[in-house]
Antibody, heavy 123, light 107 residues
């Protein structure tokens, strides 16, 4: 079975950084792409970016360019999302999510999600 | 970026009703559209991809249609477990964008 298990909730002060981990199992990690999506309290879904695992290529939403870094550790099948210069409006649940891939192509829709990590930014 | 507009933002319905949710893209996305269901405190769950393909394990009362800019999610014979929020997502190009969501509530 496919599993994406994220790190626990975190509280940060404005200006700090947070690093969320996403440990995966049940599939060949390097054959897939991982997106990160966040959801502020009571709000909708916001895509932050994605990483192509086999080569490390990334695409970030313009809104997060310069503040976010997505990486992976293929030895542990774990993806990471690092967000810097945190502000109060970064308070949200952050999800890692596996994009759907076949033997020949990957697609931008998401077939498996992590359980979410609540990041609270407060002084 | 491609903007996704979902309507309505909320709908009240009864068990057994048919519910239709629409999603409009700001420009053509062919059939690169997905639909998700999200329940409170849970991650979203993929229902439909490629506009009309039912994800494995999803009940057949869910169906999707459309292409280009206009898409529809239909839930036939609404069940108690279907009361949730639904999101569309364009999968045509990065950045991926989501609709604002439609909350299906109990009438």
């Amino acid at each position: 079975q496919v599993h994406l298990v994220q790190s626990g909730a975190d509280v940060k002060k404005p200006g700090a950084s947070v690093k969320v981990s996403c440990k995966t199992s049940g599939f060949t990690f390097t054959n897939y792409e991982i997106s990160w999506v966040r959801q502020a309290p009571g709000q909708g879904l916001e895509w932050m970016g994605r990483i192509v695992i086999y080569n490390g290529n990334t695409n970030y939403a313009q809104k997060f360019q310069g503040r976010v870094t997505m990486t992976t550790d293929t030895s542990t099948s774990t993806a990471y999302m690092d967000l810097r210069s945190l502000r109060s409006d970064d308070t949200a649940v952050y999800y890692c999510a596996r994009q759907h891939c076949t033997s020949s192509s990957c697609y931008a829709h998401i077939d498996y999600w992590g359980q979410g990590t609540l990041v609270t930014v407060s002084s | 970026d491609i903007q996704m507009t979902q309507t309505p933002s909320s709908v009240s319905a009864s068990v057994g009703d048919r519910v239709t949710i629409t999603c409009r893209a700001s420009r053509g996305i062919s059939s690169w559209l997905a639909w998700y269901q999200q329940k409170p405190g849970k991650a979203p769950n993929l229902l439909i991809y490629a506009a009309s393909s039912l994800q494995s394990g999803v009940p057949s009362r869910f169906s999707g249609s459309g292409s280009g800019t206009d898409f529809t999610l239909t839930i036939n014979s609404l069940q108690p477990e279907d009361f949730a929020t639904y999101y569309c997502q364009q999968a045509y190009s990065f950045p991926v964008t989501f609709g604002g969501g439609t909350k299906v509530e109990i009438k």
